[in-house]
């Protein structure tokens, strides 16, 4: 099994969350527990979460749904 890495920090993950199949290292994960909003930590953050996490719905979104 491949070993993921931080969406953000971009370090091997030994532990953290998991959203969408994509991996937050447990020390940025409890960075962004007490960030500020509108620093530029922030703001970081929230690029790196919308690029690899949200790009999943936006793909998914274009997508046909077929049943079958």
């Known amino acids: ?11 091997s993950l030994n532990d953290g969350i998991i959203v969408n199949s994509k991996c937050v ?3 940025c ?4 527990l007490k960030l500020e909003i509108g620093s530029d ?3 970081y953050y929230k690029q790196c979460i919308k690029k690899n996490i949200l790009q999943i719905k936006a793909v998914e979104d274009r ?3 077929y049943q079958l």
């Not at 099994?1 to 370090?11: A, D, H, L, S, V």
């Not at 994960?29 to 962004?32: V, W």
Request: aromatic share 8%; with cysteine; charged share 40%.
């Open 29 to 32: 994960e409890m960075r962004l």
């Open 1 to 11: 099994m491949k070993k993921q890495n931080c969406i953000i920090c971009r370090k």
């Open 25 to 27: 290292c447990r020390r």
């Open 63 to 65: 997508c046909q749904n």
């Open 41 to 43: 930590f922030y703001e």
